[in-house]
Nanobody, 116 residues
């Protein structure tokens, strides 16, 4: 059974940093593409960062230069380092594969709240 478990969220002041973690199990982690998504209340879910099996990354314009996605295949974990946080980054953050996202399979996510 595939599981992706997010952690690391919290409350932080604007300008601060957080590092999110996404621990995977039940999947051949080293070959999958993983994305970090976020959804604020009343807004559509947004893909903010993605990393391929080879380590190629891509970012939404809204987070480019502030967020960094990385992966540790030995630990089956993907990270999202978030710096220079803004109140508009406040959201519920999820990690997921593209296939699971299309299937509507989501974990609990981790809440990030940025105060002004």
């Amino acid at each position: 059974q595939v599981q992706l478990v997010e952690s690391g969220g919290g409350l932080v002041q604007a300008g601060g940093s957080l590092r999110l973690s996404c621990a995977a199990s039940g999947i051949n982690f080293s070959i999958i593409i993983v994305g970090w998504y976020r959804q604020a209340p009343g807004k559509q879910r947004e893909l903010v960062a993605v990393i391929t099996s080879g380590g190629t990354t891509n970012y939404a314009d809204s987070v480019k230069g502030r967020f960094t996605i990385s992966r540790d295949n030995a630990k089956k974990t993907v990270y999202l380092q978030m710096n220079s946080l803004k109140p508009e980054d406040t959201s519920l953050y999820h990690c997921n594969t593209g296939q699971r996202a299309q299937e509507g399979s989501w974990g609990q996510g981790t809440q990030v709240t940025v105060s002004s």
